[in-house]
């Protein structure tokens, strides 16, 4: 067997993972395209799709199981925050703000990074926080590239409307003052990954007496290249 790694059972289950890389496929066609005998390639389909790695289509076909998204969501949020560190350290540097980086999770937003504002006064929103998705620019940007459907109910008790999120859309950033917290104001921008999907938002944040009530002014072309550096590398290692 070609690419052996001397051990036999995953070699197999290797096998038919990637004749399913192909598409669906029955058992007859799975042990044609493996060379496996039919009872091993039966018991190795089941078993991958004991754990979801393998599922079957409406016509009973074997085909590659959600386990496998899942892996590589995980997979793509490692490389995400591995390449958007010393982006918000930059980003934090140049503006003087805190930087955060905030992914979606069902009703909310999480910050899975951030670079903080080492002294004075500034928005500290920890690693792991839980923010909602009705406030905020790091919201409207979360949402405002949704399917029409899903945007719509997103925008049920928002603090923004659909106006806003066109202009969202119109000019790539967004911002708010004082919509998640009085007296803060923040800046964001799409981070993408494959296939154009908006899978982040960069963020600067602090007090308005700093960021003033427009600021977008003051940092948006920041946060936009900062959002775009981190796409073009997720880009480049995907």
């Known amino acids: 067997m070609d690419n052996s790694s001397g051990v036999g059972v995953l070699d197999k289950a290797v096998l038919v ?4 890389e192909a598409g669906p496929a029955s058992l007859a066609q ?11 390639a039966h018991r190795l389909a089941v078993a991958l799709e004991h754990h979801r790695i393998v599922t079957r289509d409406t016509q009973g076909r074997f085909v590659l199981g959600p386990r496998l998204s899942e892996l590589s969501t995980a997979a793509g949020e490692d490389r995400l925050l591995a390449v958007a560190a010393p982006v918000l350290l930059q980003l934090r540097d140049l503006t003087g703000e805190s930087a955060q980086l905030y992914r979606r999770q069902g009703d909310e937003r999480v910050c899975v990074a951030a670079a903080e504002r080492s002294s004075g006064l500034r928005d500290t929103v920890p690693v792991g926080s839980a923010l909602p998705m009705t406030a905020g620019s ?6 405002a590239w949704e399917e029409p459907d899903r945007l719509h109910r997103g925008l049920r008790g928002a603090k923004f409307n659909a106006s806003t999120l066109a202009s969202v859309r119109r000019r790539g950033w967004a911002h708010s003052v004082g919509e998640r917290e009085q007296g803060v104001a923040s800046v964001s921008a799409p981070i993408r990954g494959s296939g154009g999907k908006v ?7 602090g007090p308005i007496e700093r960021l003033t ?3 977008g002014r003051l940092h948006a072309v920041a946060v936009m290249a900062a959002a775009e550096r981190v796409t073009e590398s997720m880009r480049r290692t995907s």
């Open 17 to 20: 993972l990637n004749a399913l």
């Open 30 to 40: 799975l042990v044609q395209a493996t060379g496996l005998a039919r009872p091993t």
């Open 138 to 143: 790091a919201a409207q940007i979360l949402l």
């Open 199 to 205: 899978i982040a938002a960069v963020s600067v944040s």
């Open 213 to 215: 009530r427009a600021p």
